[in-house]
């Protein structure tokens, strides 16, 4: 774990009082307290503040902020930029919506942690409109969750078109880096459905960007993990929602047939199926799991069984087909012939219909994200690793890693996902980074372990990357975590002298996101 505690200058502190007179100061190091006042607090340095933002999801990195802004309007935001870029040194800010990230992505240590949650209105920052021009699309806060766009989107018979699997993230944060779900492959990521963003830049600007308009800001911020700028407002594409999702889930031994079958599926254009996810199975990666219990007792019975018999490694595709009222007396026969010519193991294809609603909210609940301080929460670490995977390269990667790695070691903790996307669906002006192949897969080891046991994932991690590397597979990491400029330079490729040359534009200081550690090394940022 890491903890950074930075030296505070009196310039620093002069400033924070003279431009929040709002605030009162208490530093987390020092029992002393500055002057206060009776006005609403929303910049915080009290234990409670500064513990909540040196801390996120993975509960493995730890740093502690000088400061923690909860702001009641943009132009607070705006203030604190403006405010850092004034000091000779400047202190850096980052943006944190959930808190999500597992590897300190969000934290800002000595510096300042905006917490946008607290712009959040429970979906009154959502606004839905149509034009001829656009269509319908949803005006949506950037501190909004995507739980909240769904029930807002509903209300009007509408929804977004791509999504995450799990809901309770913000608009922002998720479009932050890409936005990645089994419908990804027909609509692309999510970045590739926004018509128009807000943001606030590393100088302090306030800036409206599209395709059209300030669009170098709109391409760097898409996918841009936080770098560029802090997006308040995202125009989001909505469709006509369905009412009814068919869910069928199939079981492979065969690697070969299972990666065929996904990329049969997602090439579908006809009659197609909106959502496609694969995953493996393992002694540790039961078929239910967190991300949804979808098997009855005896069917998991079934495929647990099947699963000792078949040297404890198999695979398994999701298939979802949404439909409406007017075509209820068809869907059957739509998805009989949608798996018809699949090659699972006969005999174990299994189904569920489901309300729209009871499919894109299977993983979590508001509630559960609201519940992860207890204790328990506490205890666990999520040591994730999230790859993007060349088509040509999933044979070798299947022989060096699910084969001789996950199924040899067998303490994998979590859900295993593995599905392909189609790379035209994603606009390569855009800031994410994917393999420079028509179809590529991802790979998402979700683990979940107590913190005494996170360094057995992280070495588990580390050898599944070496295995790439000797291999000679281009892999690059979703949701990224490096340790170098280098490591930076060769994950961008092409990309990195546009990424940097962003950077010097948008936010020439480096105020933003320092918990990225991209432009700033680990040993660097902790000594600063």
């Excluded at 505070?8 to 009082?17: A, C, D, K, N, V």
């Excluded at 870029?85 to 510096?111: D, E, K, L, W, Y």
């Excluded at 606004?127 to 656009?134: C, F, G, M, N």
């Excluded at 007017?326 to 569920?352: A, R, S, Y």
């Amino acid at each position: 774990m890491v903890y950074s505690f930075s030296n505070i200058s009196p310039q620093f502190i002069l400033l924070l009082m003279i431009s929040f007179p709002i605030c009162s100061f208490s530093w987390p190091w020092t029992s002393s307290a500055l002057p206060s006042c009776d006005l609403p607090i929303r910049l915080r340095t009290d234990p409670d503040a500064v513990t909540a933002a040196s801390n996120d999801y993975g509960n493995l990195v730890h740093e502690a902020p000088a400061a923690v802004l909860y702001p009641s309007s943009i132009q607070e935001i705006v203030d604190l930029i403006k405010l850092s870029n004034n000091c000779s040194t400047p202190f850096t800010v980052a943006a944190r919506g959930r808190g999500h990230s597992v590897r300190g992505q969000a934290m800002a240590g000595g510096g300042v942690v905006v917490e946008m949650a607290a712009l959040s209105r429970n979906g009154g920052g959502i606004r839905v409109s149509w034009s001829p021009s656009l269509g319908y699309y949803a005006d949506v806060g950037g501190e909004e969750m995507w739980a909240d766009v769904l029930r807002v989107g509903l209300e009007h018979g509408l929804a977004p078109v791509s999504w995450t699997d799990y809901l309770y993230l913000t608009v922002g944060g998720t479009l932050s880096n890409a936005g990645i779900s089994g419908q990804s492959f027909r609509h692309g990521p999510q970045i590739s459905n926004v018509l128009e963003l807000d943001v606030i830049t590393g100088k302090g600007d306030f800036l409206t960007c599209s395709k059209d308009m300030n669009s170098d800001l709109f391409f760097a911020v898409l996918g841009g993990l936080g770098q560029f700028g802090i997006i308040t407002r995202a125009r989001i594409v909505l469709q006509k929602a369905p009412t009814r999702a068919k869910w069928v889930r199939l079981i492979y031994n065969d690697f070969t047939m299972f990666t065929r079958d996904q990329e049969h599926l997602i090439s579908t254009n006809i009659n197609g199926p909106n959502y496609v996810e694969g995953s493996l199975i393992t002694d540790q990666s039961p078929p239910n799991n967190w991300r949804s219990s979808f098997y009855s007792p005896s069917d998991q019975s079934k495929i647990l069984s099947l699963l000792r018999s078949k040297q404890g490694l198999l695979y398994s595709i999701e298939v979802v087909k949404y439909y409406h009222d007017t075509n209820i007396d068809t869907i059957d026969q739509e998805v009989k012939l949608l798996v018809k010519d699949l090659n699972f193991i006969p005999g174990f294809v299994f189904n569920k219909d489901v309300s729209l609603v009871d499919f894109l909210t299977r993983v979590g609940s508001g509630r559960d994200k609201e519940e992860e301080k207890s204790s328990d929460r506490e205890l666990e670490t999520h040591p994730w690793l999230n790859l993007f995977l060349p088509k040509s390269s999933i044979m070798d990667f299947n022989d060096a890693v699910f084969v001789n790695v996950i199924r040899r070691h067998n303490h994998t903790s979590g859900p295993i996902l593995f599905y392909p996307f189609n790379r035209q669906k994603w606009d390569d002006r855009m800031s994410a980074v994917t393999p420079d192949e028509d179809i590529f897969y991802t790979l998402g080891l979700l683990h979940t372990s107590r913190p005494h046991q996170s360094d057995v994932y992280d070495n588990l991690n580390s050898e599944i990357l070496d295995c790439c590397e000797k291999a000679d597979i281009d892999v690059k990491q979703y949701l990224p975590h490096y340790i170098s400029k280098e490591d930076w330079m060769k994950h961008f490729g092409p990309k990195w002298d546009t990424f940097q040359e962003r950077k010097t534009k948008f936010d020439p200081r480096m105020i933003l996101s320092p918990g990225q550690r991209i432009f700033t090394s680990v040993m660097d940022y902790a000594h600063m």
